[in-house]
């Protein structure tokens, strides 16, 4: 038995997916990227007249990325503290890196409570972003930050 995860407080999925899925203790969530919830925008994009982007900023979405990760959490009953592996999919390594990895610092400062980590560099994402996270939680009955 599982149970699909859908929140209103995390963007919309571009298909049809559920935003989480509850499998007996473990919580995997869909890959999640900075659309803001409410707009659907992608915060810092910068478009020219014809719509197209021309500037982006990785620590706003990445910022926000973690915020959608929270929304989808705390809509499942877990918690920041509960995220066990995370996969980090950066379209431009060499670009963005350093101001992920110093975010990643600031929002997971304690390594002993840490998530494992993997990023990969991939040619693109949907919608399309910068970056989007992969995300495995447990469950423990009640939610934490
Ligand atoms: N998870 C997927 C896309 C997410 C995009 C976004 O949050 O902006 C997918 O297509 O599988």
Same mark, same amino acid.
């Given at each position: 038995?599982?149970?699909?995860?859908? *929140?209103?407080?995390?963007?919309?999925?571009? %298909?049809?997916?559920?935003?989480?899925? #509850?499998? %007996?203790?473990?919580? +995997?969530?869909?890959?999640v990227?900075? #659309?803001?919830?409410?707009?659907?925008?992608?915060?810092?994009?910068?478009?020219?007249?014809? %719509?197209?982007?021309?500037?982006?900023? $990785?620590?706003?979405?990445?910022?926000?990325? +973690?915020?959608?990760?929270?929304?989808?959490?705390?809509?499942?009953?877990?918690?920041? &503290?509960?995220?066990? &592996?995370?996969?980090?999919y950066?379209?431009?390594?060499?670009?963005?890196? !350093?101001?992920?990895?110093?975010?990643?610092?600031?929002? +997971?400062? &304690? $390594?002993?409570?840490? !998530?494992?980590?993997? *990023?990969? %560099?991939?040619?693109?994402?949907?919608t399309? $972003?910068?970056?989007?996270?992969?995300?495995?939680? #447990?469950?423990?009955?009640?939610?934490?930050?």
């Amino acid at each position: 038995m599982s149970e699909a995860i859908r *929140t209103g407080n995390a963007p919309r999925p571009v %298909g049809l997916y559920p935003h989480a899925r #509850r499998v %007996g203790d473990l919580l +995997f969530l869909s890959g999640v990227g900075p #659309r803001d919830a409410a707009s659907n925008a992608v915060p810092g994009n910068v478009h020219d007249a014809d %719509g197209r982007l021309i500037a982006y900023d $990785i620590e706003l979405q990445t910022r926000s990325v +973690f915020a959608n990760v929270r929304a989808v959490l705390q809509a499942s009953g877990a918690g920041w &503290d509960d995220l066990v &592996d995370v996969t980090v999919y950066l379209t431009d390594m060499a670009r963005d890196f !350093p101001a992920y990895n110093a975010l990643w610092a600031e929002y +997971f400062p &304690d $390594i002993e409570r840490a !998530p494992c980590r993997t *990023t990969l %560099g991939i040619v693109a994402l949907p919608t399309p $972003i910068a970056i989007e996270l992969k995300c495995v939680a #447990r469950l423990r009955g009640e939610a934490t930050e």
